[in-house]
């Protein structure tokens, strides 16, 4: 087993819809275990270096302002390859392309209002966990549940 950790981030939009539930229940139905979660207004500093990687490209203006424009939900979520599982329960970047079934699939029709932020590799997963999260922040527990999850 690959036993990985994530960030994701219920975006604004989603917050504003009412949909942090939805979100954190399919996550947890899915059998992913809770590491951190933090009920917060990211700084537009932080934000910018969270998504540095876009920086110069033509929707990283409205990007930096859509997501500092409200409560965002910060999580660090562990699973089994949780990084490429989160990215399939997210579905594609583009909500019209992504499949039903899908967070974006099921919730988003625009790029710019997409609902959900995850890491897309284990070096971005590091790298944005501690942006957002100091180490004492991520929990360290066992489920008893997770001999039901696992084999
Ligand atoms: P991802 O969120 O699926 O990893 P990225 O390519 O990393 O997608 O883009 C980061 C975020 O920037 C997207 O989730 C979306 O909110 C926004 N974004 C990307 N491309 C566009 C675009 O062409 N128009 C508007 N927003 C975009
Ligand atoms: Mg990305």
């Not at 424009?69 to 949780?82: H, I, S, Y």
Request: aromatic letters at 8%; one cysteine or more; glycine letters at 10%.
């Amino acid at each position: 087993m690959a036993m990985e950790r994530t960030y994701l981030m219920v975006k604004p939009d989603a917050v504003q819809r009412g949909l942090m539930g939805e979100i954190v229940s399919r996550l947890e139905r899915k059998g992913l275990k809770p590491v951190a979660m933090k009920f917060t207004t990211i700084p537009r500093e932080i934000c910018e270096n969270h998504y540095g990687e876009h920086k110069g490209k033509p929707f990283y203006p409205g990007l930096i302002d859509y997501i500092t424009c409200g409560p965002v939900l910060a999580m660090v979520w562990e699973g089994d390859n949780a990084i490429s599982v989160c990215r399939q329960m997210m579905g594609k970047t583009n909500p019209q392309e992504a499949a039903p079934g899908t967070i974006r699939g099921d919730y988003a029709v625009d790029m710019g209002r997409n609902m959900i932020h995850g890491s897309d590799s284990p070096e971005s997963a590091a790298r944005e966990i501690s942006i957002f999260f100091s180490p004492e922040e991520l929990m360290d527990y066992g489920r008893s549940i997770d001999a039901w999850v696992y084999e």
